[in-house]
């Protein structure tokens, strides 16, 4: 049989040159890599059309299509991004998006990783069903929390317009992002924690250290990636979230993050397009960068979360 | 914004937190230990265990669970909190097809089969075609940055394809300009109850196709080559190859990603109140109750399209749990 697999016609890289399988296999290699750049760069015409658009003037963009913009005479501005900033309170949206994603980043995963630890190193009951109901939980729509977390917070005056003058007008917000966004790092972390050699834990307690020293000292720094790509994973959710902001945090000036801003302008401004181009490119700053630059943990923390298993 | 209350009140605020937050939750854990090892020896495994999972509970119990009870007593009652049965429920699924949520519900289900489908095809295609060049990298992070996006962002991007001129006018619009090559009329993409559905869940595609294609991507790098070798040895060709062996080896993953993006599709909204607010006949279940809630003020008819919500989303919800099991049982 091997001598018959010897004289089969082989691939492209070792058939003769310009014999019909060469060329064959040279046609195929064009095709794929025409295929996949036309593919790249069809996915890539929405986000550049936006980008070129908001630093046209505006007389060009309503009488003359983006890619007109490619061929010279070049004519680019920084004016829609200075009058969309002047007139609209991004600036503020961008101020409140950090101050509603960092403790909102911050205390879901800390608390995730409580629990987390529990779940992987302790004994306790009922503790493989609990975590069941936080599987179980993983799918439930945040639709089904709006009107009773609402309602109780009204009802107790924890809203934003009490919490202002303390500062604290994020912390509803913060509270049912950390709600929300526990099961799923829960979820994430005691799937990574549970994987760390358990010799670590057994001669960390010969060795007498607290429970405190174990968490702190061993397992939160061998689960940097993890913590890393669930860090990455929830400022992004949270930078990027509209509907939670919209129930918790509302529209008004002083409070509302980039996204209820952007939502807004895009209702306000109709026909300003040249305004909407740039105030849509200034909110996808923050998230590209740090896309751009944290991408590994970002991948890492996909595929951690969905082919665990 | 005005830099000078910027400096002197907002940043000094945002300092405390930033500090104070990380403070309070490392304050807790360690204080709370330290109260555990005061106790007796035979209590102290009882009680911490509690102490570290205790605040998870709490949140996931008072966030989602108990709300959750809640919001199913709320639909049975009426904005005065008098038990109505289930009238909420007979007023939203009333009139088929067009009245209540029915055309919410025919546009989810639109969402559920499109848009999965669409995903999936599309990560498959793309991971199984990277897969194949030297480039692979970069073409994969220009296909998944829309993930990093938000759906605002996502659907002022895609309002801005759609654009709409009358025919005779120069279009602006990216799909318009781009039907005029082939001499078509232009269309109106987003507010023609004819297509409308599509174009919306065309743009979210776009966007969550990154998604899809990095998870199906290592799952075809899981892939042993011998076997992939083997199999052209044999004289397989690269189509059979891969309804044969590859697509399925890839199945898990494929399911996995499958009802991932169908608790997406199920709770679809952003793209949808950003696009058209649900005008058109574009309305989602996820739009329609945040409608209901702030606009109409009718918390149980809200709570009722939530439940109707929660339904769809309860076989996912099972299949998951058995999926979990599963892997446990393997472990």
Excluded: C
């Excluded at chain 1, 059309?49 to 007389?59: E, K």
């Excluded at chain 1, 790509?229 to 990027?240: D, E, G, P, R, T």
């Excluded at chain 2, 005779?168 to 781009?178: D, I, M, P, R």
């Excluded at chain 2, 966007?207 to 080559?225: D, E, N, Q, R, Y």
């Amino acid at each position: 049989m091997s001598v018959a697999v010897a004289e089969r016609p082989g691939t492209a890289a070792t058939a003769a040159r310009f014999s019909p399988q060469w060329i064959a296999g040279r046609i195929q290699g064009a095709v794929l890599h025409i295929a996949v750049i036309s593919l790249t760069v069809a996915w890539i015409v929405p986000t550049a059309g936006l980008l070129i658009t908001s630093f046209r003037p505006f007389d060009k963009i309503t009488s003359s299509g983006w890619w007109t913009a490619l061929a010279p005479s070049y004519q680019f501005t920084l004016d829609n991004y200075s009058k969309v900033l002047s007139t609209s309170n991004l600036g503020q949206g961008f101020f409140n998006s950090f101050m509603i994603s960092i403790p909102a980043t911050i205390i879901p995963i800390a608390i995730a990783a409580f629990a987390a630890y529990a779940f992987a190193w302790m004994k306790f009951p009922l503790r493989d069903w609990i975590f069941l109901g936080i599987v179980g939980v993983l799918a439930i729509p945040l639709q089904l929390s709006f009107v009773p977390v609402l309602s109780f917070f009204v009802a107790h005056g924890i809203t934003v317009g009490n919490l202002e003058p303390y500062g604290m007008q994020f912390l509803p917000v913060w509270l049912a992002h950390t709600g929300y966004g526990l099961p799923f790092s829960i979820y994430l972390l005691a799937n990574f924690f549970r994987a760390l050699p358990s010799e670590l834990f057994e001669s960390a307690e010969i060795d007498g250290a607290s429970t405190l020293t174990v968490f702190f000292r061993i397992v939160l720094p061998l689960s940097v990636p993890a913590l890393a790509s669930l860090v990455i994973f929830q400022f992004l959710w949270i930078w990027n979230d509209l509907l939670v902001a919209l129930i918790y945090v509302g529209g008004a000036r002083e409070v509302a993050p980039l996204t209820v801003s952007l939502a807004n302008l895009t209702n306000s401004l109709g026909q300003g397009y040249h305004l909407l181009t740039a105030a849509a490119f200034f909110s996808m700053i923050v998230p590209l960068v740090v896309f751009l630059s944290l991408q590994r943990y970002f991948v890492r923390g996909i595929l951690a979360g969905s082919v665990k298993g | 914004m005005d830099w000078g209350t910027f400096v002197t009140h907002q940043l000094p605020i945002m300092l405390v937190v930033i500090v104070g937050v990380p403070a309070v939750l490392v304050g807790y854990i360690v204080g709370t230990e330290l109260l555990v090892r005061r106790l007796p020896d035979a209590l102290r495994p009882r009680v911490r265990p509690w102490i570290w999972v205790g605040p998870a509970l709490l949140f996931v119990f008072g966030f989602l669970v108990l709300p959750a009870f809640g919001t199913f007593k709320a639909s049975l009652e009426n904005n005065s909190g008098q038990f109505v049965g289930l009238h909420n429920y007979q007023v939203q699924l009333s009139d088929f097809p067009s009245g209540g949520s029915w055309i919410a519900i025919r546009n989810n289900a639109y969402w559920l089969v499109l848009y999965t489908l669409f995903v999936l095809a599309f990560g498959l295609l793309l991971a199984v075609l990277f897969d194949r060049v030297k480039y692979e990298t970069i073409v994969k992070s220009l296909i998944f940055m829309p993930m990093a996006i938000s759906s605002v962002a996502l659907g002022v991007i895609w309002k801005f394809m759609y654009w709409y001129q009358p025919p005779g006018v120069t279009q602006t619009g990216t799909l318009n300009a781009f039907l005029g090559l082939f001499h078509q009329d232009p269309r109106i993409w987003i507010q023609d109850p004819s297509i409308d559905n599509f174009a919306i869940i065309g743009a979210a595609v776009w966007g969550i196709t990154g998604f899809a294609m990095v998870i199906l991507s290592a799952a075809l790098k899981g892939i042993p080559g011998e076997l992939l070798e083997a199999a052209r040895v044999d004289g397989a060709g690269e189509i059979t190859i891969f309804r044969r062996v590859i697509f399925p080896l890839m199945m898990p993953t494929v399911v996995v990603v499958g009802t991932t993006l169908v608790i997406f599709a199920l709770k679809a909204f952003d793209v949808v109140y950003v696009m058209t607010g649900g005008n058109f006949e574009t309305d989602v279940l996820a739009n329609r109750m945040y409608k209901l809630l702030f606009f109409s003020g009718n918390n149980g008819a809200a709570a009722a399209v939530a439940m109707i919500l929660l339904a769809a989303v309860v076989p996912v919800l099972i299949f998951n749990l058995r999926q979990f099991r599963a892997v446990e049982a393997r472990r």
